[in-house]
Protein backbone atom coordinates (compact mmCIF):
# COMPACT_ATOMS: atom_id res chain seq x y z
CA UNK A 1 0.00 0.00 0.00
CA UNK A 2 1.49 3.56 -1.18
CA UNK A 3 1.53 6.01 2.31
CA UNK A 4 0.94 9.31 1.60
CA UNK A 5 2.33 12.19 3.89
CA UNK A 6 -0.40 15.80 3.34
CA UNK A 7 1.38 18.72 4.33
CA UNK A 8 -0.28 21.60 4.36
CA UNK A 9 -1.70 25.01 5.84
CA UNK A 10 -4.23 25.44 8.62
CA UNK A 11 -5.66 28.02 6.72
CA UNK A 12 -5.88 25.77 3.72
CA UNK A 13 -7.87 23.32 5.93
CA UNK A 14 -11.12 23.35 3.72
CA UNK A 15 -9.09 22.64 0.69
CA UNK A 16 -7.37 19.73 2.13
CA UNK A 17 -10.55 18.01 2.95
CA UNK A 18 -12.06 18.43 -0.12
CA UNK A 19 -8.95 16.82 -1.75
CA UNK A 20 -9.45 13.72 1.29
CA UNK A 21 -13.07 13.40 -0.74
CA UNK A 22 -11.17 12.43 -4.13
CA UNK A 23 -8.82 10.17 -2.57
CA UNK A 24 -11.43 8.61 -0.30
CA UNK A 25 -12.24 5.47 -3.26
CA UNK A 26 -8.33 4.83 -3.66
CA UNK A 27 -8.35 4.95 0.15
CA UNK A 28 -10.83 2.30 0.32
CA UNK A 29 -9.72 -0.20 -2.29
CA UNK A 30 -6.42 -0.39 0.18
CA UNK A 31 -4.30 1.09 -2.87
CA UNK A 32 -3.42 4.44 -0.66
CA UNK A 33 -3.49 5.60 2.94
CA UNK A 34 -3.19 8.99 3.95
CA UNK A 35 -1.54 10.69 6.76
CA UNK A 36 -2.06 14.42 8.23
CA UNK A 37 -1.44 16.34 11.54
CA UNK A 38 -5.50 16.06 12.59
CA UNK A 39 -4.61 12.32 12.94
CA UNK A 40 -2.49 12.93 16.11
CA UNK A 41 -3.88 11.76 19.03
CA UNK A 42 -4.03 13.42 22.45
CA UNK A 43 -0.86 12.87 24.35
CA UNK A 44 1.09 12.12 21.16
CA UNK A 45 4.22 13.91 20.25
CA UNK A 46 3.09 16.26 17.39
CA UNK A 47 6.70 16.44 16.49
CA UNK A 48 7.61 12.93 16.51
CA UNK A 49 4.61 12.01 14.64
CA UNK A 50 5.20 14.04 11.98
CA UNK A 51 8.68 13.02 11.48
CA UNK A 52 8.17 9.80 11.71
CA UNK A 53 5.06 9.63 8.97
CA UNK A 54 7.16 12.24 6.92
CA UNK A 55 10.07 9.90 7.14
CA UNK A 56 8.17 7.07 5.88
CA UNK A 57 5.82 8.33 3.49
CA UNK A 58 5.76 7.13 -0.48
CA UNK A 59 4.42 10.21 -1.63
CA UNK A 60 4.64 13.63 -0.16
CA UNK A 61 1.82 16.38 -1.17
CA UNK A 62 3.04 19.67 -0.65
CA UNK A 63 -0.62 21.81 -0.71
CA UNK A 64 1.07 24.91 -2.11
CA UNK A 65 -0.80 27.90 -1.17
CA UNK A 66 0.43 32.18 0.11
CA UNK A 67 -0.57 30.37 3.86
CA UNK A 68 1.79 27.51 3.18
CA UNK A 69 4.94 29.39 2.11
CA UNK A 70 4.06 31.73 4.75
CA UNK A 71 4.15 28.91 7.49
CA UNK A 72 7.90 28.30 9.12
CA UNK A 73 6.55 24.96 9.63
CA UNK A 74 5.38 23.71 6.62
CA UNK A 75 7.87 25.63 4.74
CA UNK A 76 11.33 25.25 6.96
CA UNK A 77 10.47 21.46 8.45
CA UNK A 78 7.51 19.46 6.54
CA UNK A 79 8.93 20.83 2.89
CA UNK A 80 12.53 20.98 3.50
CA UNK A 81 12.51 17.47 4.63
CA UNK A 82 10.41 16.61 1.64
CA UNK A 83 12.58 17.64 -0.97
CA UNK A 84 15.54 16.27 0.49
CA UNK A 85 13.76 12.72 0.54
CA UNK A 86 12.84 13.25 -3.08
CA UNK A 87 16.59 14.15 -3.91
CA UNK A 88 17.44 10.97 -2.52
CA UNK A 89 14.95 8.43 -4.53
CA UNK A 90 13.29 7.88 -1.33
CA UNK A 91 10.06 9.85 -1.77
CA UNK A 92 7.79 11.39 -4.28
CA UNK A 93 7.13 15.02 -3.70
CA UNK A 94 3.96 16.56 -5.90
CA UNK A 95 3.11 20.20 -4.86
CA UNK A 96 -0.49 20.87 -5.17
CA UNK A 97 -0.80 24.26 -6.34
CA UNK A 98 -4.46 25.27 -4.40
CA UNK A 99 -4.47 29.11 -4.92
CA UNK A 100 -2.25 31.40 -6.83
CA UNK A 101 1.44 32.78 -5.17
CA UNK A 102 4.73 32.94 -5.66
CA UNK A 103 5.67 29.18 -5.80
CA UNK A 104 8.25 29.12 -8.65
CA UNK A 105 10.98 30.10 -7.11
CA UNK A 106 10.73 27.68 -4.43
CA UNK A 107 12.83 24.93 -3.47
CA UNK A 108 9.66 22.56 -4.97
CA UNK A 109 9.86 24.85 -8.06
CA UNK A 110 11.42 22.69 -10.60
CA UNK A 111 9.49 19.90 -10.01
CA UNK A 112 5.90 19.13 -12.30
CA UNK A 113 3.18 20.71 -10.13
CA UNK A 114 -0.54 19.77 -10.39
CA UNK A 115 -1.91 23.46 -10.91
CA UNK A 116 -5.47 23.64 -9.54
CA UNK A 117 -5.21 27.36 -11.53
CA UNK A 118 -4.58 25.95 -14.69
CA UNK A 119 -6.98 23.69 -16.89
CA UNK A 120 -6.15 21.90 -20.06
CA UNK A 121 -8.79 20.12 -22.53
CA UNK A 122 -8.89 17.79 -25.45
CA UNK A 123 -11.26 16.72 -27.82
CA UNK A 124 -10.66 14.06 -30.15
CA UNK A 125 -12.66 12.77 -33.58
CA UNK A 126 -11.95 9.36 -35.22
CA UNK A 127 -8.81 9.71 -33.56
CA UNK A 128 -7.86 13.21 -34.63
CA UNK A 129 -7.84 16.54 -32.21
CA UNK A 130 -10.44 18.84 -33.01
CA UNK A 131 -10.48 21.66 -30.33
CA UNK A 132 -8.06 22.79 -27.64
CA UNK A 133 -8.74 25.17 -24.87
CA UNK A 134 -6.74 25.81 -21.88
CA UNK A 135 -7.98 28.00 -18.93
CA UNK A 136 -5.91 29.53 -16.70
CA UNK A 137 -6.08 32.39 -13.78
CA UNK A 138 -3.96 35.66 -14.20
CA UNK A 139 -3.49 38.51 -12.15
CA UNK A 140 -1.32 40.59 -14.71
CA UNK A 141 1.04 41.10 -12.04
CA UNK A 142 -1.81 43.38 -9.93
CA UNK A 143 -2.59 42.30 -6.22
CA UNK A 144 -5.97 41.88 -5.69
CA UNK A 145 -6.74 41.26 -9.36
CA UNK A 146 -8.17 37.78 -10.28
CA UNK A 147 -9.20 37.24 -14.19
CA UNK A 148 -9.91 33.86 -15.90
CA UNK A 149 -8.54 33.63 -19.25
CA UNK A 150 -9.38 31.42 -22.32
CA UNK A 151 -7.00 30.14 -25.11
CA UNK A 152 -8.09 28.15 -27.79
CA UNK A 153 -4.15 27.55 -28.36
CA UNK A 154 -4.10 25.45 -24.67
CA UNK A 155 -1.53 25.95 -21.99
CA UNK A 156 1.45 26.10 -24.37
CA UNK A 157 1.53 29.58 -24.87
CA UNK A 158 -0.25 31.54 -21.80
CA UNK A 159 -1.00 35.00 -21.42
CA UNK A 160 -3.40 37.86 -22.48
CA UNK A 161 -2.27 38.11 -25.85
CA UNK A 162 -3.74 34.78 -26.98
CA UNK A 163 -6.57 34.76 -24.98
CA UNK A 164 -9.67 34.17 -27.01
CA UNK A 165 -12.02 35.29 -24.07
CA UNK A 166 -11.62 36.99 -20.59
CA UNK A 167 -13.41 36.95 -17.17
CA UNK A 168 -13.24 38.84 -14.47
CA UNK A 169 -14.46 38.41 -11.26
CA UNK A 170 -16.09 41.55 -9.11
CA UNK A 171 -18.50 42.21 -6.31
CA UNK A 172 -21.54 44.39 -6.76
CA UNK A 173 -21.82 44.58 -2.99
CA UNK A 174 -24.23 41.93 -2.56
CA UNK A 175 -21.92 39.00 -3.71
CA UNK A 176 -18.87 37.79 -6.20
CA UNK A 177 -20.03 37.47 -9.96
CA UNK A 178 -18.20 36.82 -13.20
CA UNK A 179 -18.07 39.79 -15.91
CA UNK A 180 -16.97 39.20 -19.47
CA UNK A 181 -14.42 41.00 -21.07
CA UNK A 182 -13.44 39.50 -23.96
CA UNK A 183 -14.48 38.75 -27.40
CA UNK A 184 -17.94 38.09 -26.24
CA UNK A 185 -18.47 41.08 -24.07
CA UNK A 186 -17.48 43.67 -27.06
CA UNK A 187 -20.06 41.37 -29.04
CA UNK A 188 -22.62 41.32 -26.62
CA UNK A 189 -23.41 37.57 -26.85
CA UNK A 190 -23.73 37.28 -22.48
CA UNK A 191 -25.54 38.98 -19.72
CA UNK A 192 -22.60 41.10 -17.65
CA UNK A 193 -23.38 39.12 -14.55
CA UNK A 194 -22.27 35.47 -14.72
CA UNK A 195 -22.75 33.03 -12.35
CA UNK A 196 -20.22 29.96 -11.95
CA UNK A 197 -22.91 28.01 -14.10
CA UNK A 198 -23.11 30.73 -16.53
CA UNK A 199 -19.38 31.00 -17.09
CA UNK A 200 -18.69 27.07 -16.92
CA UNK A 201 -21.30 26.91 -19.99
CA UNK A 202 -19.87 29.91 -21.77
CA UNK A 203 -16.41 28.43 -22.25
CA UNK A 204 -17.86 24.98 -22.29
CA UNK A 205 -19.22 26.41 -25.75
CA UNK A 206 -16.29 27.79 -26.77
CA UNK A 207 -14.58 24.75 -26.07
CA UNK A 208 -17.22 22.60 -28.24
CA UNK A 209 -17.52 25.25 -31.29
CA UNK A 210 -15.27 23.60 -32.97
CA UNK A 211 -16.76 20.79 -33.20
CA UNK A 212 -19.98 21.75 -35.04
Given at each position: ????F??????????????E?H???L????????????L???????????????????I????????????????????K????????GE???I?????????H??P???L??????R???????????K???????????????????????GL???????????????N???????E???R??????????????D??????????????
Amino acid sequence: MTTIFISYSHSDEKMWKELEKHLSTLRRQGVINTWYDRLIGPGEDIHGQINDHLNSADIILLLVSADFLASDYCYDIEMKRAIERHNKGEARVIPVILRPCDWHGAPFGRLNAVDGNRFEAIAFVNGHEKSLCGIWLDNFGMPGVSRILFSHDGLSISGSHVAKDIMSLNNNGSGLYLELMGRSHFEGKKKSMLTQKDAAEHYWNLFMEKLK
